[in-house]
């Protein structure tokens, strides 16, 4: 079969790799049917990788769907020919943070695409059971790949406790940032805004979501934050880009008291005093990846 393997900065090769076969009784062989490109493909595609750089090359994708074309003996909820989607990490099942429900933090976690763990950009797959989701009849595979994405936003807007009065301000305009502003509608949030520097990220966002946008880099900004303040500021903020000047914008309509919900990657530190954080008593919260979201993912698009 083909694979997308990954050597290094802008080096990617189609290579020729044994098909794989079922090795323990709880695994599916799946029929690869569509891949997203997620940001951190692209990172890692034109960068060479992360911090660590890349200790040996790897296939990359994380956003996966496809068909189940063999199973192990004790696969119950999944027959051949089911059309499925895949969530891209398989922790132990046995850990602390696994028990407890938190299995985004699993220490053991075998997360495609990431540290060198080989991702989905495979023509045939084996994964476990009970990380593979049945999809209907009416999702398509590209809808069902994109489970994914959305499982990043769920997880960020129920973290920070988003429900019918609150106000939120998404920072960042990308895919998962509309996704997120999408998910508080659907949380019934109060209001919504989205903020980015890029026009065109923030005139799809006014296309596609409810938020209204903001844009930081108007020349007025000072003024229109000021007035987010002063009338409504901001219950919570989720902020998606990893940006220290993006969040220093964002906290100007923070409530005192309020929510920072941390999803945006960045090696840079916080723009903010010790003294602020407890003077406006701000709950900081880092946000990783996303834990049981699948079925309600899969629920809400079909
Ligand atoms: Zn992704
Ligand atoms: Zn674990």
Known sequence: ???????????LWIEERDEPAIRNPDE??????SVGICASDRMYYFSGGTLRGIPKPFVLGHECSGIIVDKGKKVRS??????VAIEPGLPCNHCEFCLSGNYNLCKSMKFMASHSFDGCLVEYLIWREDRVFKIPENMTFDEAALIEPLSVAIFAVRSSKIS???RVLISGAGPIGILAAEVSSLYKAKEIYIADIIDNRLKTAAKVCSAKTINFDNPTIEEELEEIKESNPVDVIIETTGSPQALENGLKVLKRGGQLSLIGLSVKSLPLR?????????????IYRFANTYPQAIGWVS
């Open 1 to 11: 079969m083909k694979a997308a393997v990954l050597y290094g900065k802008k080096d």
């Open 164 to 166: 019918k009065n609150t």
């Open 78 to 83: 999944l027959q051949i020919g089911d059309r």
């Open 28 to 33: 599916v062989l799946i029929k690869i049917q």
């Open 274 to 286: 010790i003294i602020d954080i407890v003077y406006q008593a701000y709950k900081i919260q880092g």
